[in-house]
């Protein structure tokens, strides 16, 4: 039994962490909800009852044995690693602060728990890496994946609750014939798409965008998978969807692909087009697996390529669920189900 301490715990993916918990069972004896001096002594409905919210400090973290970090980048920057000390708690940050850093493991339990080792601060990936590498990982290992190209239909949960916020906000604005007015994106995001997420980098691509690159290749063990990606913010709720062509180093057909994936765990083969199934973000969220389908033979890439299509939940594979699946993880470890057939 154990005591889990959650950082961020009204926002977003906070609240998502603790569904999680309590759906998942996960054996805790207590949960700390902490917070600033403005919430602390705020009370919480939460799945395991009223909470009061603590003032945080590191020392009150470090009382835990699991925290998970759901704030910004800057906070984990000043406080996961004197958290994580010796003698303190494992932190699990969702933040971007640590993600590439080499000595800390960026991980999706299913595919490289065991990059943990005896680290006790871990980072889990962006949403969008996370949901795409679910369904690439196996394919990856059976057929080597050399290249891809990626582009994404990303839900506004992406920017927490203000984005989801704006997002009902404006499309209202727009049915009354207001003028729609943003702040957390970029334009007014009803009835809109948005190719922007993230600042730009020099290379014309935006952050989010490299991060698919980054992350992916430090999740797969790899370092030169070329991977492109047009990352696009569209008007729905909370599940990522990701167009991606890959083009692989051994041939590789639909079905045989189809046949890999449906042994894949934390993924539902969604692929049948004449009964019109496919993934869609409608169906895939508060789901925890995520929906791949529309697998074809690469118009491109011939018999090295293929083309799919997948839906995940932002919130739970993109963060809370892969957070939870970490700490999951880190009581009871379990070998990758696949492995790299392909170098
Ligand atoms: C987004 N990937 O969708 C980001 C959130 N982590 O904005």
Redesign the pocket.
Known sequence: MVKVGIVGATGAVGKEVLSVLYDRKFPVTSVHLFASARSAGKTLETPFGTAEVQLFTVEAAREMDYVFLAVSGSFALEHAEAIAAPGGAIVIDNSSAFRLQPNVPLVIPEINGAAIGDKRLIANP???TAIAAMALWPLHCAYGIEKMIVSTY?ASS??GVEGMDELFNTTRDALDGKAPSNKVFAHPLAFNVIPH??VFQDNGFTK?EMKVTWETNKIFGETSMKISCTAVRIPILRA?SEAITIKTKRPIVPADARALLVQADGVDVVDDPAANKYPMPLNATAKYNVEVGRIRQSIVFDECGLDLFVSGD?LLR?AALNAVLIAEYLEHPYPSKFSKQVQ
């Open positions: 962006n949403c969008t990303q992406g920017a997420i993230d989010e990522h932002q993109g």
